[in-house]
C-alpha cells in the first residue's frame, strides 16, 4: 500500500473519531439538562399544588 494512502485512512479514523466523541458529548449533555428540565418540572408541579391545596 501507497503510505499517502495509509496516511489518508489513518486521518479519516482520527477524523471519524472525534466526531464520535463530539457527538457522544452532545448526547450527554442534552440528557443531563433533560434532566434537569424534568426535575424542574416536578418541582413546579409540587408548588403549584401546595398552592391550589391552599386556595381551597
Do not use: F
Request: glycine share 8%; aromatic share 4%; charged share 25%.
Amino acid at each position: 500500500m501507497d503510505a499517502n494512502v495509509v496516511m489518508w485512512v489513518a486521518g479519516q479514523l482520527i477524523v471519524a473519531a472525534a466526531i464520535y466523541g463530539g457527538i457522544r458529548a452532545d448526547i450527554r449533555s442534552i440528557h443531563q439538562r433533560i434532566e434537569h428540565a424534568e426535575k424542574s418540572l416536578v418541582e413546579a408541579h409540587t408548588r403549584i399544588d401546595r398552592m391550589l391545596e391552599r386556595g381551597h
